[in-house]
């Protein structure tokens, strides 16, 4: 089976190196043509760039004369993310320990009624929650968004976090009562410690979603102040539209965090993914 | 012994009120916000002021509106070569990768790296490659191909095909890794004990791979369907819903007439059909394939 050089296996080798050169393309034309002219990225799309100029990116950062701030928004989806996977872990494991320990039918009720949450699609239920957080003035705010977050992703972190409880000997927290530490502590200091495995889990796929969603950073934050990269790239392509290096250095600018994460952490992400559970 | 788990899975020692603040937050937007949204589709809702309930109207007059009309085929014409498709490559790809040794890893982070980027970013270059003046019809000339140039994403019999490719292109990478898993999980002998009775490369992928990969097939089809049905980013970075509209999927649409159009009522009910349609297609699948899988082993 593994006779490495054959012309067989010669010729497959090129056909995947095609195959990669043609799927590549797309990050070849974005990384070329931000650092061209933007009359250069019309009569020199394919080339390299002739001479490289950095004024797209310079552009972009200082604002596009768009208005359209790109460290803020770069800022605002940090935030974003951030605040929403601290409340998502911290009250997501906390009702999985609580539905793992908990056995009966009330429990496996809720187990079922989360696993719902993640299959029924979560559009219908936006527009209730705009208006309502519109209404408490949390619309076109960092925080508003923050709570959307944690109740849209809660069933899914929930859902992760139970089977693993579920799966812990009870015998840790035996020993630990044994010892008088009460039911947080031993929550805090042996239990969810074991659960490290399953924590990166959630915050990278939970990550993934927020990071990248778009739906609802439109919705509840265009044209505010704490617009996101996604909607920042919206906005700025309808109105600069055909000025692909800005456009495209803003992409990259947009893109990069996430993919530095990749680079650390890409086998965890592909195991997360092919199990097939998405927020 | 027994009597103590017993009291232990009884769950005296973890308080109960320690799942609150994750069951408010999934009621709320599981539950309570998705039916009142529910209850919007069957109003006259305009985002401020009174409102009334006038039963089926928006869903008449979405079946009588030619650009509802199109949004809701969109939705299927994206979503069904889309699943196909990106079954069709990530299994291509996975079986590719399965005996490479070298590159096998850099080729997989490269393949799966459209996956975890903002798609509102990355589908600018494709609007860029489809671009009347663009990289696509520049290629065409070149290749004495001119009569094939059009206005890629302005052309409405294009349009919704090229926002089809750049969804492939971004998630089978996806599918990729869900097949490699599948992969992974046969074990060689199988195909040793195969190769020693003389099947062919063909036979054994038939019956040893093909099989064996259901699991993989099951949770590749949930994923993609649900992927496809729910499109929103590509079509807003792409099309926009243009021309004249023609270019929306449900998701856009309900998005084009709640915030753009202030139909609050009206973009409810198109949210209404779009989750009817995801939730019923992915029970059903769940349930289709799982019986497949069961009935190939």
Same mark, same amino acid.
Not at chain 1, 132 to 151: K, P, Q
Not at chain 2, 177 to 187: C, D, K, M, Y
């Given at each position: 089976?593994?006779?490495?050089?054959?012309?067989?296996?010669?010729?497959?080798?090129?056909?995947?190196? +095609?195959?990669?050169?043609?799927?590549?393309?797309?990050?070849?034309?974005?990384?070329?043509?931000?650092?061209? !002219?933007?009359?250069?990225?019309?009569?020199?799309?394919?080339?390299?760039?002739?001479?490289?100029?950095?004024?797209?990116?310079?552009?972009?950062?200082?604002?596009?004369?768009?208005?359209?701030?790109?460290?803020?928004?770069?800022?605002?989806?940090?935030?974003?993310?951030?605040?929403?996977?601290?409340?998502?872990?911290?009250?997501?494991?906390?009702?999985?320990?609580?539905?793992?320990?908990?056995?009966?039918?009330?429990?496996?009720?809720?187990? @079922?009624?989360?696993?719902?949450? #993640?299959?029924?699609?979560?559009?219908?239920?936006?527009?209730?929650?705009? #208006?309502?957080?519109?209404?408490?003035?949390?619309?076109?705010?960092?925080?508003?968004?923050?709570?959307?977050?944690?109740?849209?992703?809660?069933?899914?972190?929930?859902?992760?976090? !139970?089977?693993?409880?579920?799966?812990?000997?009870?015998?840790?927290?035996?020993?630990?009562?044994?010892?008088?530490?009460?039911?947080?502590?031993?929550?805090?200091?042996?239990? +969810?410690?074991?659960?490290?495995?399953?924590?990166?889990?959630?915050?990278?796929?939970?990550?993934?979603?927020?990071?990248?969603?778009?739906?609802?950073?439109?919705?509840?934050?265009?044209?505010?102040?704490?617009?996101?990269?996604?909607?920042? #790239?919206?906005?700025?392509?309808?109105?600069? !539209?055909?000025?692909?290096?800005?456009?495209?250095?803003?992409? #990259?600018?947009?893109?990069?965090?996430?993919?530095?994460?990749?680079?650390?952490?890409?086998?965890?992400? @592909?195991?997360?993914?092919?199990?097939?559970?998405?927020? | 012994?027994?009597?103590?788990?017993?009291?232990?899975?009884?769950?005296?020692?973890?308080?109960?009120?320690?799942?609150?603040?994750?069951?408010?937050?999934? %009621?709320?937007?599981?539950?309570?916000?998705?039916?009142?949204?529910?209850?919007?589709?069957?109003?006259?809702?305009?985002?401020?002021?009174?409102?009334?309930?006038?039963?089926?109207?928006?869903?008449?007059?979405?079946?009588?509106?030619?650009?509802?009309?199109?949004?809701?085929?969109?939705?299927?014409?994206?979503?069904?070569?889309?699943?196909?498709?990106?079954?069709?490559?990530?299994?291509?790809?996975?079986?590719?990768?399965?005996?490479?040794?070298?590159?096998?890893?850099?080729?997989? $982070?490269?393949?799966?790296?459209?996956?975890?980027?903002?798609?509102?970013?990355?589908?600018?270059?494709?609007?860029?490659?489809?671009?009347?003046?663009?990289?696509?019809?520049?290629? &065409?000339?070149? &290749?004495?191909?001119?009569?094939?140039?059009?206005?890629? %994403?302005?052309?409405?019999?294009?349009?919704?095909?090229?926002?089809?490719?750049? %969804?492939?292109?971004?998630? *089978?990478?996806?599918?990729?890794?869900?097949?490699?898993?599948?992969?992974?999980?046969?074990?060689?002998?199988?195909?040793?004990?195969?190769?020693?009775?003389?099947?062919?490369?063909?036979?054994?992928?038939?019956?040893?791979?093909?099989?064996?990969?259901?699991?993989?097939?099951?949770?590749?089809?949930?994923?993609?369907?649900?992927?496809?049905?729910?499109?929103?980013?590509?079509? *807003?970075?792409?099309?926009?819903?243009?021309?004249?509209?023609?270019?929306?999927?449900?998701?856009?649409?309900?998005?084009?007439?709640?915030?753009?159009?202030?139909?609050?009522?009206?973009?409810? $009910?198109?949210?209404?059909?779009?989750? $009817?349609?995801?939730?019923?297609?992915?029970?059903?699948?769940?349930?289709?394939?799982?019986?497949?899988?069961?009935?190939?082993?």
């Amino acid at each position: 089976m593994n006779r490495r050089y054959t012309y067989k296996s010669f010729l497959r080798g090129v056909l995947m190196v +095609l195959i990669t050169i043609v799927f590549a393309i797309p990050f070849y034309l974005i990384i070329t043509n931000s650092l061209k !002219t933007t009359s250069e990225t019309y009569s020199n799309p394919f080339g390299l760039p002739k001479q490289i100029v950095v004024d797209a990116f310079r552009q972009t950062l200082s604002g596009a004369g768009q208005n359209a701030n790109f460290i803020a928004g770069l800022g605002n989806s940090l935030a974003i993310t951030a605040g929403s996977i601290v409340l998502l872990i911290i009250f997501g494991s906390l009702a999985a320990y609580c539905l793992a320990r908990h056995a009966g039918k009330l429990s496996n009720l809720l187990y @079922m009624f989360f696993l719902i949450g #993640i299959i029924i699609p979560s559009q219908l239920g936006i527009l209730p929650m705009y #208006i309502v957080l519109r209404r408490v003035g949390l619309a076109g705010n960092i925080l508003g968004c923050i709570i959307l977050y944690t109740c849209k992703q809660m069933p899914f972190t929930i859902f992760l976090y !139970t089977g693993f409880f579920r799966a812990l000997p009870i015998g840790y927290e035996e020993a630990a009562a044994v010892d008088g530490s009460n039911w947080f502590q031993t929550f805090w200091r042996i239990i +969810l410690p074991q659960m490290n495995i399953i924590t990166g889990t959630a915050v990278l796929m939970n990550t993934l979603y927020i990071w990248n969603d778009t739906f609802d950073q439109l919705v509840f934050l265009s044209g505010s102040k704490a617009s996101t990269l996604p909607v920042l #790239i919206y906005n700025l392509t309808i109105a600069i !539209t055909a000025r692909w290096n800005e456009i495209f250095a803003a992409v #990259i600018i947009s893109l990069l965090p996430i993919i530095i994460l990749y680079l650390f952490t890409q086998k965890a992400m @592909m195991t997360s993914m092919a199990g097939g559970l998405k927020g | 012994m027994t009597s103590k788990k017993k009291k232990w899975k009884g769950g005296v020692q973890v308080p109960w009120y320690i799942i609150i603040p994750g069951l408010v937050c999934s %009621l709320t937007a599981h539950f309570i916000a998705p039916i009142r949204g529910a209850m919007y589709a069957f109003t006259d809702f305009k985002g401020v002021g009174e409102y009334n309930y006038i039963g089926f109207t928006n869903f008449i007059n979405i079946f009588k509106s030619k650009a509802d009309v199109a949004a809701i085929l969109n939705t299927f014409k994206i979503a069904v070569p889309f699943v196909i498709l990106t079954l069709f490559f990530g299994l291509l790809l996975a079986l590719a990768l399965k005996d490479v040794i070298k590159s096998r890893n850099i080729l997989r $982070a490269i393949y799966f790296s459209p996956v975890v980027m903002i798609p509102m970013a990355v589908s600018q270059v494709w609007k860029f490659i489809f671009d009347y003046d663009g990289p696509l019809n520049i290629l &065409l000339n070149h &290749l004495g191909l001119s009569e094939l140039t059009t206005n890629w %994403l302005g052309n409405l019999d294009t349009a919704i095909w090229c926002v089809l490719v750049v %969804l492939v292109w971004q998630n *089978m990478g996806y599918t990729m890794v869900i097949f490699n898993a599948g992969l992974e999980s046969i074990p060689t002998d199988l195909y040793e004990a195969a190769a020693i009775d003389g099947a062919s490369s063909w036979k054994r992928f038939r019956h040893i791979t093909l099989p064996l990969l259901a699991p993989s097939f099951t949770i590749a089809v949930v994923m993609m369907t649900i992927t496809g049905l729910r499109v929103f980013d590509q079509i *807003m970075s792409l099309t926009g819903g243009g021309p004249v509209n023609m270019t929306h999927t449900l998701a856009s649409d309900f998005y084009y007439q709640t915030w753009n159009k202030f139909r609050y009522g009206y973009g409810s $009910a198109l949210a209404l059909i779009l989750t $009817a349609l995801i939730s019923v297609i992915g029970i059903l699948q769940v349930v289709v394939l799982q019986k497949k899988e069961d009935s190939v082993r």
